[in-house]
Each structure stands twice: as structure tokens, then as C-alpha cells.
């Protein structure tokens, strides 16, 4: 997929399942994959269990937010030309 293209429609779960085997989420995903998976080693390494229990469900709250945000993001018109003076 190009930047700014969206992912096909789907709304069946076989469906889903295609749009994933054939590696349509991969190129989006990897990044906040990695991201999440950096901050949940951290999470799960070094804070206290109090920190650990909150934050297990912080963060897949922001990641389930991000990905509907992103969903629903509209593309930014470019801005207007400038006439040469």
C-alpha cells in the first residue's frame, strides 16, 4: 500500500484473515509492533508490579487508539500554491 492508503474494506472475519495472510497490515504495524513491544519489555523488566498492573492496560488502550484514530485519519490537502508576484 501507498502512504496515506487505506486498508481494503472488509466485513467478514475470513476476510480479515486474507487481508492479514497476504501482508496487507505488515508495512503499518511493524513500527507500533516494535514500539509496543519495546515498551512492554520495559514495563515488565524494571517497574514495580503496581506500575505493572497499570500499565498492561494503558498501553493497549493507546495502541487500540492510535489504530482507530489512524483508521479514521483524513488525508491533509496540500497547501495552497503561491502566485509569482
Sequence with gaps: MTPGA????????????????????????????????????????????AAQIGLNFVVPFLVSSYGYLAAAQVPRPPPPRQSPA
Design 6 to 49: 487505506r486498508c481494503p474494506p472488509w466485513s467478514r472475519p475470513g476476510e480479515a484473515a486474507r487481508l492479514l495472510a497476504r501482508g496487507v497490515t505488515v508495512r503499518p504495524c511493524v513500527p507500533v509492533a516494535a514500539v509496543v513491544g519495546c515498551v512492554l519489555s520495559a514495563i515488565n523488566e524494571g517497574a514495580p508490579v
